[in-house]
């Protein structure tokens, strides 16, 4: 059975940061390409970040790009997301995701977690 658990949401002010984490059980974790996705109350789940099986190719979101670092680590089973320079409108649920493809739509991801929230204060 897979399993994708994330941790590390919380509240913190404009500015500052946090630092998401997925851990994968159940799968060949080397072998799928892990997302980050999020949704806020009322709108669509939108592409945040993704990151190849060896972490060679590494797309983000326009309204990311600059301030949110994805990584992983095979040994570990993990991905982790470092969020830096947040914004009020980076609130929202957060989820982990895995896949066959590094592509932006969250159809094409097989797996999920529960979502962690993120809360940014102004």
């Known amino acids: 059975q897979v399993q994708l658990v994330e941790s590390g949401g919380g509240l913190v002010q404009a500015g500052g940061s946090l630092r998401l984490s997925c851990a994968a059980s159940?799968?060949?974790?080397?072998?799928?390409?892990m997302a980050w996705f999020r949704q806020a109350p009322g709108k669509e789940r939108e592409f945040v970040a993704a990151?190849?099986?060896?972490?060679?190719?590494?797309p983000y979101a326009d309204s990311v790009k600059g301030r949110f670092t994805i990584s992983r680590d095979n040994a570990k089973n993990t991905v982790d997301l470092q969020m830096d320079s947040l914004k009020p409108e980076d609130t929202a649920v957060y989820y982990c995701?895995?896949?066959?493809?590094?592509?932006?739509?969250?159809?094409?991801?097989?797996?999920w977690g529960q979502g962690t929230q993120v809360t940014v204060s102004s």
């Open positions: 990151i190849s099986w060896k972490g060679t190719s590494t």
């Open positions: 159940g799968l060949t974790f080397s072998r799928y390409v």
């Open positions: 995701a895995a896949g066959p493809s590094l592509l932006r739509v969250s159809g094409s991801y097989n797996y």
